[in-house]
């Protein structure tokens, strides 16, 4: 049994409206020096998975270029501003995620993620021979990552608006594997509060 292909799509795009006034992008500010977009597809790229997509929008040219030099997979989302849906549904339909027999969905705003925490969701993926759901939860409560099968891409491109995939795994009918990563799974940054609090300095 060949084990199932896994695609990351790290969703980049957002307009990170909870920043406030001052023009900064929560995705360029620094964790150890690094910018968190760069971070984030560090992570995914040492992962086990055949292939690194990103979706851009937002202030496109800026996160490219923090990701220069890597080997990663770009797609323009000219619709971001509609919410998470568009960005979703351009990841899950690139050409490079359309073969996969499941796409792991990661945004790129969670500076607590490990690759080692991603290598986990593959590795439950697998041993359920791709034909399940598995998220990330922290103590019981989903958050993020998500592994969606092969099976599953046609509802997330009927998505509209601001929502990811939860309605579509509540109602896929598939089993749900929840893996425990700890406060990683529930931490985020939408504010220049949250960066600072996760370790994290503002820049442009």
Known sequence: MP?????????????????????????????????LVRRSALIALGADAGSVIVVTGHR?????????????????NPDYASGIASSL???????RADGADGILVMLADMPGLSTAHLDALIFAFRNA????????????????PVI????LHRAVLRLEGDVGARDVIATSGLPVLDIDVGDAACLDVDTPDDIVAAGGAMKN
């Open 89 to 95: 549904m351009a990841g899950v339909s690139s050409k």
């Open 148 to 151: 969606l099968p092969r099976s």
């Open 129 to 144: 021979g791709g034909e399940a759901v598995v998220r990330a939860v922290s103590r019981g409560k989903p958050g993020n």
């Open 3 to 35: 084990k199932a292909s896994v695609a990351i799509v790290v969703l980049a795009a957002g307009k990170a409206s909870r920043m406030g006034e001052g023009g900064k992008h929560k995705l360029l500010a620094e964790f150890d020096g690094v910018p």
């Open 60 to 76: 496109r040219s800026e996160i490219e270029a923090a990701l220069d030099g890597l080997d990663l997979t770009f797609i323009d």
